[in-house]
């Protein structure tokens, strides 16, 4: 497991990720699976192929890595999380999946993804967002990385919470009380944001759950390059 020198913030914010983790990650898959919906779907409409070279953004317990490479054999995987004790329950799950050979974790944040983090000098095909966009305090930015960093014809990938406008307005803010907790933040500009733009390149869908819960959206990086630049024009 790779690591890289953290700024005095993001030392701060790496540091928070560990106080939230330091326990929770011993059980986390087994309580999030009742409510980080669409996950496994994100992982189907993947369609990777065979030497394709696929990277999460937060990739916690390694979970959604590891599924994607008994789904998908002969892709290439890489982690990147902000936790260093998420990093260590990676670790130990993907060398109990035999999965040492295949999947590389990395200790960063998202904002400053780049190949040459694994020692790639190719971008990515595949740059997946796993309810962690939810948690990175300069999403923005970590979006224009990813859409820097994945090939012209590959794809970036976002499952997260929605804006939960369809939801009753007292199990909203509930749930919004008991993400903070966690220090998670729904992002409601990032999906009005999405739903403004037309996605209309070859591939591209996003799909918002019952009650606006959570979203999925399967994007070409052009597409995401430009939404921002409407976002910085407008």
Same mark, same amino acid.
């Given at each position: 497991?790779?690591?890289?020198?953290?700024?005095?913030?993001?030392?701060?914010?790496?540091?928070?990720?560990?106080?939230? %983790?330091?326990?929770?990650?011993? &059980?986390?898959? &087994?309580?999030?699976?009742? %409510?980080?919906?669409?996950?496994?779907?994100?992982?189907?409409?993947? =369609?990777?192929?065979?030497?394709?070279?696929?990277?999460?953004?937060?990739?916690?317990?390694?979970?959604?890595?590891?599924?994607?490479?008994?789904? %998908?054999?002969?892709? #290439?995987? %890489?982690?990147?999380?902000?936790?260093?004790?998420?990093?260590?329950?990676?670790?130990?799950?993907?060398?109990?999946? @035999?999965?040492?050979?295949?999947? =590389?974790?990395?200790?960063?944040?998202?904002?400053? +993804?780049?190949?040459?983090?694994?020692?790639?000098?190719?971008? &990515?095909?595949?740059?997946?967002?796993?309810?962690?966009?939810?948690?990175?305090?300069?999403?923005? +930015?970590?979006?224009?990385?990813?859409?820097?960093?994945?090939?012209?014809?590959?794809?970036?990938?976002?499952?997260?919470?929605?804006?939960?406008?369809?939801?009753?307005?007292?199990?909203?803010?509930?749930?919004?009380?008991? +993400?903070?907790?966690?220090?998670?933040?729904?992002?409601?500009?990032?999906?009005?944001?999405?739903?403004?733009? =037309?996605?209309?390149?070859?591939?591209?869908?996003?799909?918002?759950?019952?009650?606006?819960?959570? &979203?999925?959206?399967?994007?070409?990086?052009?597409?995401?390059?430009?939404?921002?630049? @409407?976002? #910085?024009?407008?």
């Amino acid at each position: 497991m790779n690591g890289t020198p953290l700024k005095d913030s993001q030392g701060h914010h790496a540091a928070l990720m560990d106080q939230v %983790y330091r326990h929770q990650r011993h &059980f986390y898959d &087994f309580t999030r699976k009742y %409510y980080l919906l669409g996950r496994d779907r994100m992982v189907r409409d993947l =369609t990777a192929k065979a030497g394709d070279s696929i990277v999460e953004i937060g990739c916690g317990t390694a979970r959604n890595l590891i599924r994607i490479a008994q789904l %998908y054999p002969g892709t #290439r995987l %890489y982690g990147l999380d902000a936790s260093a004790e998420m990093l260590q329950t990676a670790k130990e799950a993907v060398e109990r999946a @035999q999965l040492s050979d295949r999947v =590389t974790l990395v200790y960063a944040l998202a904002e400053d +993804l780049s190949p040459g983090l694994f020692g790639r000098d190719e971008p &990515f095909d595949h740059i997946i967002f796993s309810y962690s966009l939810s948690m990175i305090p300069d999403w923005r +930015l970590a979006l224009d990385r990813a859409a820097a960093c994945v090939e012209p014809r590959g794809f970036v990938h976002v499952v997260d919470f929605g804006d939960l406008a369809g939801m009753w307005g007292i199990a909203a803010r509930a749930l919004r009380g008991w +993400l903070n907790l966690f220090h998670v933040v729904p992002r409601d500009e990032l999906l009005n944001w999405l739903e403004a733009g =037309t996605v209309a390149d070859s591939g591209c869908s996003l799909s918002v759950w019952p009650g606006r819960y959570a &979203f999925v959206l399967k994007a070409s990086p052009s597409f995401i390059c430009e939404l921002s630049e @409407q976002r #910085r024009r407008s």
